[in-house]
Every structure is written in C-alpha cells, then in structure tokens.
C-alpha cells in the first residue's frame, strides 16, 4: 500500500511538472517600477507593478503591449 501511494505520488509530481506554465527568463520593466505580481495567458502575460499599473507584454517578443493605470477607491 505504501509502494502504490509513492507511485501515484510520483506520477502526480511528473505529469504536473510536465504541465508547468513557462515563464520568460527576464522581464524588462519601466524604470522604478516593482513587480508585484505576474499572471499570464495564451500569447501574454501582464505585470502588476507597485505603482498601480498593468504591464501587459507579448510572449513571444518581450514587447510592452498595452499598459493600464489602475485607479484605486483610497
């Protein structure tokens, strides 16, 4: 029973591993910003910064696509 709970363990590490979303190596930010978070979909991803912006930026090139000023209620 321990054998096959350390298999399926190891499988699910595996196929998860395998299924891992890549993310790019460096990321060239505006000056002064700070990332404060990362999300990404297909052909995108976008960085929130500490100054309350969206940096969204084309996967294949690095290129800052499209950027947006988030307006905060405080």
Known sequence: MVVGLLVVIG??????TDRAPVLPEAIALPDGARAVALTQGPGWYAVVTDDDRILIYDRDTGALVQTVQVETGG
């Open 11 to 16: 499988l699910l590490v595996i196929r998860l």
